[in-house]
Structure formats: structure tokens, C-alpha cells
């Protein structure tokens, strides 16, 4: 099917066996170009990218307005915390201990976080559905029964552990523990962020007041984003150096422009078959 | 390859088209059905009618949380108020004997009002929240009489759409749609927690909205117009909120 990773016809040799002189081994210098991530992938996830920052900022900003935080229904500037956060504050009547304010920037940010949020949620329903009748999801993102054993999730930590690179087989396809993230990112955290967030909403609890009821409050509910917001953070963090680690120029190139130059496929057929075969290569990591 | 591309390129086409006149016949029925909100325009315009359209829809009739009596917090945070302007301390001196709330616009009887004719209404009490939009919150009993009685009373003429009200504080002024100003919660305020409501939270006259953030509950209320149109009003952008680039509608 048009989603999975395959080697495309595109595929070229570089350099000519025939041209080189018989003392030099006939290695190869080969690259494939394969595809990698589908269209849909790429788009969404580039709109959820910027989405993402524009959470992040504006989000940040409303905190600086009241970095308090509470449980329960209610919490102001007269009541005890759960925490604060020890910064200043855009507001001269909270009590941050700083002598000073920070200019009010909620305007804006307001404006940017609920338009933000309702592209990522439009851009999530459509990749969520695609996904779940494109094979997508049962394919490339849920694991399957013998990758769930304690032998293959340890095979994957311990690899991680000793700082592997990651192998070649995994730039083609997610490991389980990958897929146990971005399952978890796409079906708890999200969908948690988006329900904490309406749930803070006068008008939509007014109509589903069961959003807040759940949670045991609306200042419950904000203290929740906060953290649900966090571990999205947490979960960036760790992708932006996990794709580091596996090459950042192939993983950007894969995801920009859908393919992969690679080949070691064919490289690990030429190590075991020796030096000398027409079949061997090396391969130029790009 | 080329076949491929021209179905490609004509699906696309059909797509788009689809897609284009689509957008088309669902901005005409927003704007049929009073779903594009005053702020529309400018780069967060997307957002914000996707907000209000979608908050109208899902919340005409819904009514805010209302509380127990034992959840009424014990120290509501009144926020930050101007200095009273010489004219306040004034109807402040005499017990706000002097204060009035006209009514005016498209309705069949314009009025003013003062405190005690407003008081002589059936009271309404609600133990709702007010939340603001920087992120704290109380809940309090507010005692007042509903809007919709007023707006009753002076007789509203059918093709309003905006109520518009403006404080005594000079720049204060919002609106909303007919949905929240005939809404049963919308109290125009005199009194919290068993007495009259005190200068700090609004008093003697604040509108209440329990569906939308604090911005919009306008403290020391004097003045309400009904209208058709909020072009009239400042920028046209119904509110002092949105002048201040504050979204105009505030349910989120």
C-alpha cells in the first residue's frame, strides 16, 4: 500500500564497477532513495509543529499573568496555593516577591492559544482518522504481539542505554518503544490537554459541566494542563534528541520531504557476502 | 505518470473547488444565524468565530455551574479598580440615592432606572463563579435582577442583536448578543453574599455573565443600548476589550 516505506524505482547506482581497476575492491558506493512518510504524516506534522510553539508561548504567557496554581473549584490572590512558580508575574496585585511587573501580553496570547489549539485539533481529528482507515495505525504504530514481550521492550531500553546508534532497520520502521510514545502522545496526552483546556471554559462547562465536575474543579483543571502541557514538553525534549541521535539532516530530510537516501540494506548483504561481489556497497549517510 | 497526474490534478481541482464554495455557503449561514462575532477580522479572526460560532451553538440555552451555599468562597478577590472619579465619590456620599442605569437604543420605551426601581423587580440570587482571564477564581452569591426583565420592561424591538453597556469608569464599555443578554444568568447585580455589592466587586450595579471570563462582568454600570449593528460603537469592535486586542467574546 502507498503508505509504507518501499524502495522506490528511483533507486540509482552511483559509479561505474567496469571503470574501476581490478586491484581497487569493487565497492560500490550506492544510494537508494526511499520513500518514508507519507504526505499526510509530513503535513500534519509540521502544522502540529507550529501549533505546538504557538501553545507553548502563549500558554507561558497567560501563566506569567497568575503563576499560582490551586486545587479544587476556586484559588485567587487571596487564597493558599498548591504551588507557585517562582517568577514574576504580568499582573502588580500578585504577591511574586519580585519588585517588579511584566508587561500584560494576555491580549494577544489568548487569541493565539485558542486559534492555535482549534488548528491542531481540526489538523489531529483529520490525521486520526486517516490513520485509522489507512492501515497506518495497525501497521506503523501499534506493536505487535512479539514486540510487546519483556524481551524485545528490554532489547530496545538496553540498546538505548549502551547509547546505539540507532540500527539501520529503524530509520524503515518504529521500534516498540517509539510506538508506545507516539501512541501515548496521540491518544492520552492530547486528547487530555484538549478536555483540561475546555474544561476551563465557562461557556462549555456550562453545556457539559461533567468536563469539570471529573476533574474535581476548574482550578483542578488548570493545574492539570499545566502538568499535561509539561509532559508534551518532556515528550519534545526527548523526540528532538532521539532524532538527533538517529541523524538529524536524514530524519528532517524524511520528514520534509518524504524520502530516505540509504542503502544499508543492500550493505549488509555485501558484508556477508565479501569483498569482490558486483552487489556490495558502501553507503553514504546523508 | 501523466495519467496519473491529471487525475490527481482534477480531483484536486474538484477538491478545492468544493472546499472553496463550501467555506462560501458556511460563512453566509454564520452570518445568517449571528455567528460571526464583531473581532472577526485580523490574523486571530479564524479562532475567535470558530469559538463563538461553535460556543453559540453548543451553549444558547446551557446554564453556568451553579454551587452549594457552603462553596461560597471566603475571600473572593475583588481585582484591581480605577480611583473613583469625582462623580462616583459624589453618588457614593449619598448612598448612591442619585445612581442611575438608562436604557435606551432600539426598544419601545427608553428608561432610566434608579437602584430602588430595580430593586423593586423580582430578585434573583446565583452562586456562580467568576473566573478571570488571567487564570484565579471565587465563587459568590450574586443577587440582582436578570436582564431580560429590563430589557422586558422597556420593550426590545425585534431586530436588535447587540446589547452595548457602559461603566461610569471613563473607556469601560462591552456588548454581547441577544443569546447572553436574554440569557436567565445575566443579572444586572446590586447585591453578593446577603448584601448589597460592595464598590470593590462592582457596586452598587455590575453586570453578571457567569458564562464569560471577568472582562466582561463591567463593573459600575450606568448605561445599556440595544442595537442591530456595533458598528456604530467605537472601532466597531463592541467592546473596550477588543480595542485593547481582548477577544470581544470571552465563553473560553
Known amino acids: 500500500m502507498w503508505y509504507h516505506s518501499r524502495v522506490s524505482d528511483s533507486a540509482y547506482i552511483a559509479g561505474g564497477a567496469s571503470a574501476l581497476p581490478a586491484a581497487v575492491p569493487t565497492v560500490i558506493p550506492t544510494k537508494t532513495v526511499t520513500s518514508r512518510h507519507s504526505v499526510l504524516v509530513r503535513v500534519t506534522h509540521w502544522i502540529t509543529t507550529l501549533c505546538f510553539f504557538a501553545l507553548l508561548v502563549s500558554g507561558a504567557e497567560i501563566v506569567i499573568s497568575h503563576p499560582r496554581f490551586y486545587w479544587g473549584e476556586t484559588g485567587n490572590d487571596l487564597t493558599p496555593t498548591l504551588f507557585k512558580l517562582p517568577i514574576p508575574a504580568s499582573r502588580n496585585l500578585v504577591p511574586t516577591g519580585y519588585k517588579f511587573t511584566l508587561p500584560d501580553a494576555n491580549g494577544w496570547s489568548r487569541y493565539l492559544h485558542f486559534q492555535a489549539a482549534w488548528v491542531v485539533i481540526l489538523t489531529g481529528l483529520l490525521y486520526v482518522i486517516s490513520i485509522l482507515f489507512n492501515g497506518y495505525l495497525r501497521n506503523d504504530l501499534l506493536p505487535s504481539k512479539s514486540d510487546l514481550s519483556w524481551r524485545a521492550v528490554s532489547t530496545v531500553i538496553s540498546g538505548h542505554l549502551r547509547f546505539h546508534r540507532p540500527s539501520e532497520a529503524e530509520a524503515w520502521s518504529y521500534n516498540v518503544l517509539q510506538r508506545l510514545s507516539y501512541l501515548f502522545v496521540i491518544f492520552v496526552l492530547f486528547p487530555l490537554v484538549i478536555w483540561t483546556g475546555l474544561a476551563m471554559s465557562p461557556a462549555f462547562v456550562s453545556a457539559v459541566p461533567a468536563a469539570v465536575n471529573l476533574l474535581g474543579g476548574q482550578q483542578s483543571a488548570r493545574t492539570l494542563h499545566f502538568f499535561v502541557s509539561l509532559a508534551l514538553v518532556l515528550f519534545l525534549l526527548v523526540h528532538i534528541v532521539m532524532v538527533w541521535r538517529a541523524g538529524f539532516r536524514s530524519r528532517m530530510r524524511a520528514m520534509i520531504t518524504g524520502t530516505m537516501i540509504t542503502g544499508t540494506m543492500i550493505a549488509g548483504r555485501a558484508t556477508t557476502l565479501g569483498e569482490g561481489t558486483t552487489a556490495s556497497a558502501t553507503m553514504e549517510r546523508t | ?252
Open chain 2, 1 to 252: 505518470m501523466s495519467k496519473i497526474s491529471r487525475r490527481k490534478l482534477i480531483t484536486t481541482g474538484i477538491a478545492a473547488t468544493a472546499g472553496a464554495a463550501g467555506l462560501g455557503v458556511a460563512a453566509r449561514l454564520a452570518q445568517k444565524y449571528g455567528l460571526v462575532p464583531p473581532d472577526h477580522g485580523g490574523i486571530y479572526g479564524l479562532g475567535e468565530t470558530l469559538t463563538y460560532a461553535s460556543q453559540r451553538l453548543l451553549t444558547r440555552h446551557s446554564l453556568a455551574r451553579e454551587f452549594s451555599r457552603s462553596q461560597i468562597s471566603d475571600r473572593p478577590f475583588p481585582n484591581e479598580v480605577e480611583t473613583p472619579s469625582d462623580e462616583f465619590k459624589r453618588l457614593q456620599s449619598g448612598r448612591f440615592a442619585d445612581w442611575r442605569f438608562s436604557v435606551n437604543g432600539m426598544v419601545a420605551r427608553p428608561a432610566s432606572f434608579s437602584l430602588d426601581q430595580l430593586k423593586s423587580y423580582p430578585s434573583h440570587t446565583q452562586i456562580t463563579m467568576l473566573q478571570c482571564e488571567e487564570g484565579w477564581s471565587y465563587i459568590a452569591e450574586w443577587i440582582g435582577v436578570p436582564l431580560s426583565h429590563v430589557l422586558d420592561v422597556v420593550g426590545v424591538l425585534p431586530q436588535a442583536r447587540y446589547v452595548v453597556y457602559f461603566s461610569i469608569e471613563p473607556d469601560t464599555w462591552e456588548s454581547i448578543d441577544m443569546a447572553d443578554a436574554l440569557h436567565p444568568q445575566t443579572f444586572l447585580t446590586y447585591g453578593m453574599n446577603g448584601g448589597d455589592l460592595p464598590v470593590g466587586h462592582g457596586g452598587p450595579l455590575r453586570l453578571r455573565l457567569p458564562r464569560q471570563v471577568g472582562y466582561k462582568n463591567v463593573k459600575f454600570l450606568t448605561h445599556l443600548t440595544v442595537t442591530d449593528s456595533l458598528k456604530g460603537f467605537g472601532k466597531g469592535l463592541g467592546g473596550a476589550s477588543p480595542e485593547g486586542g481582548y477577544a470581544w467574546y470571552a465563553g473560553i
